[in-house]
Nanobody
Framework: QVQLVESGGGLVQPGGSLRLSCATS????????VSWHRQAPGKERELVAR????????NYAQSVKGRFTISRDSAKNTAYLQMNSLKPEDTAVYFC?????????WGQGTQVTVSS
């Protein structure tokens, strides 16, 4: 059974940091790129960051470039999203997915709220 389980979300003040994790199982992690997406209330889902199978290639949305860092640990079948200098507009449900431009599997999401 394929599973992607996000964790690490929560409430943080503007300027703060969070690290999201995406623990995966049920598929060959090393054969898939991993991406992070987010969806704010009333808005479409947005691709935030993605990382290639080997980790050698990454890509970020302009809105998070320089603040967010995506990484992966093949030994743990887990991907991460380090989020620094958070802003209120980063508030959203964050999802991880398997894939670079098409997404075969999705997690259930974790809420990130940036507010003072």
């Amino acid at each position: 059974q394929v599973q992607l389980v996000e964790s690490g979300g929560g409430l943080v003040q503007p300027g703060g940091s969070l690290r999201l994790s995406c623990a995966t199982s049920g598929f060959t992690f090393n054969r898939y790129a991993v991406s992070w997406h987010r969806q704010a209330p009333g808005k479409e889902r947005e691709l935030v960051a993605r990382i290639s199978t080997t980790g050698s290639n990454t890509n970020y949305a302009q809105s998070v470039k320089g603040r967010f860092t995506i990484s992966r640990d093949s030994a743990k079948n887990t991907a991460y999203l380090q989020m620094n200098s958070l802003k209120p507009e980063d508030t959203a449900v964050y999802f991880c997915a398997a894939g670079w431009s098409t997404f075969d599997y999705w997690g259930q999401g974790t809420q990130v709220t940036v507010s003072s």
